[in-house]
């Protein structure tokens, strides 16, 4: 059964950090793409940052130069570090397991349940 727990989520100011977990089981962890997504009250799930199976990460223009993913294939985890985090972050975060890497949410199998984040000023 493949599961994905998301961790690290929580509260904090503008310009902050949080680093998101997730801890995949249940499948062959090295060959997926993994990938964070994050979703807005009423809104679609938009892809943040991905993850090929040769390391190569993709960020949405928002994020990139203040977000950074990483995997660890020995201990199938995956990471997303947020800096200067911003008001528009806040979001429930979502990390994501397919078979190629793809912004569209639709065509990813695997979701983990989601964890929240919360920036204030």
């Known amino acids: 059964q493949v599961q994905l727990v998301e961790s690290g989520g929580g509260s904090v100011q503008a310009g902050g950090s949080l680093r998101l977990s997730c801890a995949a089981s249940g499948f062959t962890f090295t060959p997926y793409c993994m990938a964070w997504f994050r979703q807005y009250p009423g809104k679609e799930r938009e892809e943040v940052a991905s993850?090929?199976?040769?390391?190569?990460?993709r960020y949405a223009d928002s994020v990139k130069g203040r977000f950074t993913g990483s995997r660890d294939n020995a201990k199938n985890i995956l990471y997303l570090k947020m800096n200067s985090l911003q008001l528009e972050d806040t979001a429930m975060y979502y990390c994501a397991a397919a078979g190629i890497c793809q912004a569209n949410p639709g065509g990813v199998p695997y979701w983990g349940q989601g964890t929240q984040v919360t920036v204030s000023s």
């Open positions: 993850i090929n199976v040769v390391g190569i990460t």
